[in-house]
C-alpha cells in the first residue's frame, strides 16, 4: 500500500537493510504514474538507487512475473537485477522456460528462487517445484511463501524442511486477523 520510497524510509527507521523490489510499487507521491521493474529508465534507476544508497538499504532480491521461454525478455530481467545488485530474482517461471532461466542465471551469476502462491498454481507444493528444478544447477533454488502454504493446506515447517538445502528465499505472511 506505501510507495517505494515509503517502504525504503521505514526500512532504515527500522535498521533494516535489506529489501525485496516488487513491480507494482509505486515510486513516490510525486512520481504516481511510475512503477519501479524492468522498464524503468536510465533516469529513474538512478534516483531509485541514490535513494537507497542514502537510507543505506541494499534490494538484494526482486520479484517478477518476466521470467519465461522469450530470451530477449529473460535477459532484460536479469540486466535489471545485475544494475540493481540483486543477488536473487524470485518469480515462477513455466516449467519449459527453466533450462533458459538457468543458463541465463548461471550466465550472470544471479540465482533464481521459484516461488509458489496457493493451490493450484503451477508450484504450489515442495514436491511439484523440486521435480521441476531437479535437472537445473544449484543457482535455481526455492523462494518459500509461507503463507501461501498455509492457504493450500500445508505445514510451513514440513514444507521448508522438504525444501532443505534449496530454500534462497522466504516470505512470510501473518495471517492472522486484527
Given at each position: 500500500?506505501?510507495?517505494?520510497?515509503?517502504?525504503?524510509?521505514?526500512?532504515?527507521?527500522?535498521?533494516?537493510?535489506?529489501?525485496?523490489?516488487?513491480?507494482?510499487?509505486?515510486?513516490?507521491?510525486?512520481?504516481?504514474?511510475?512503477?519501479?521493474?524492468?522498464?524503468?529508465?536510465?533516469?529513474?534507476?538512478?534516483?531509485?538507487?541514490?535513494?537507497?544508497?542514502?537510507?543505506?538499504?541494499?534490494?538484494?532480491?526482486?520479484?517478477?512475473?518476466?521470467?519465461?521461454?522469450?530470451?530477449?525478455?529473460?535477459?532484460?530481467?536479469?540486466?535489471?537485477?545485475?544494475?540493481?545488485?540483486?543477488?536473487?530474482?524470485?518469480?515462477?517461471?513455466?516449467?519449459?522456460?527453466?533450462?533458459?532461466?538457468?543458463?541465463?542465471?548461471?550466465?550472470?551469476?544471479?540465482?533464481?528462487?521459484?516461488?509458489?502462491?496457493?493451490?493450484?498454481?503451477?508450484?504450489?507444493?515442495?514436491?511439484?517445484?523440486?521435480?521441476?528444478?531437479?535437472?537445473?544447477?544449484?543457482?535455481?533454488?526455492?523462494?518459500?511463501?509461507?503463507?501461501?502454504?498455509?492457504?493450500?493446506?500445508?505445514?510451513?515447517?514440513?514444507?521448508?524442511?522438504k525444501l532443505?538445502?534449496?530454500?534462497?528465499?522466504?516470505?512470510f505472511k501473518?495471517?492472522?486477523?486484527?
Amino acid at each position: 500500500k506505501e510507495t517505494l520510497f515509503d517502504a525504503i524510509d521505514n526500512a532504515q527507521k527500522l535498521g533494516i537493510r535489506y529489501i525485496e523490489l516488487i513491480p507494482s510499487h509505486v515510486v513516490s507521491p510525486e512520481m504516481s504514474d511510475k512503477r519501479f521493474d524492468v522498464n524503468a529508465s536510465v533516469a529513474l534507476i538512478a534516483k531509485v538507487k541514490t535513494k537507497l544508497e542514502r537510507a543505506g538499504v541494499r534490494p538484494l532480491a526482486m520479484y517478477t512475473n518476466g521470467l519465461n521461454s522469450d530470451e530477449a525478455q529473460c535477459r532484460r530481467v536479469f540486466d535489471f537485477a545485475k544494475v540493481m545488485g540483486i543477488t536473487t530474482i524470485n518469480g515462477e517461471p513455466p516449467k519449459d522456460a527453466l533450462p533458459l532461466v538457468d543458463r541465463l542465471a548461471n550466465e550472470y551469476g544471479i540465482n533464481v528462487a521459484v516461488h509458489n502462491h496457493p493451490q493450484p498454481t503451477t508450484y504450489w507444493k515442495p514436491e511439484i517445484v523440486l521435480e521441476a528444478i531437479k535437472e537445473c544447477s544449484r543457482r535455481i533454488g526455492v523462494c518459500a511463501d509461507t503463507g501461501h502454504w498455509i492457504r493450500s493446506g500445508l505445514d510451513p515447517i514440513e514444507c521448508l524442511k522438504k525444501l532443505e538445502g534449496r530454500v534462497y528465499w522466504v516470505h512470510f505472511k501473518d495471517l492472522n486477523e486484527v
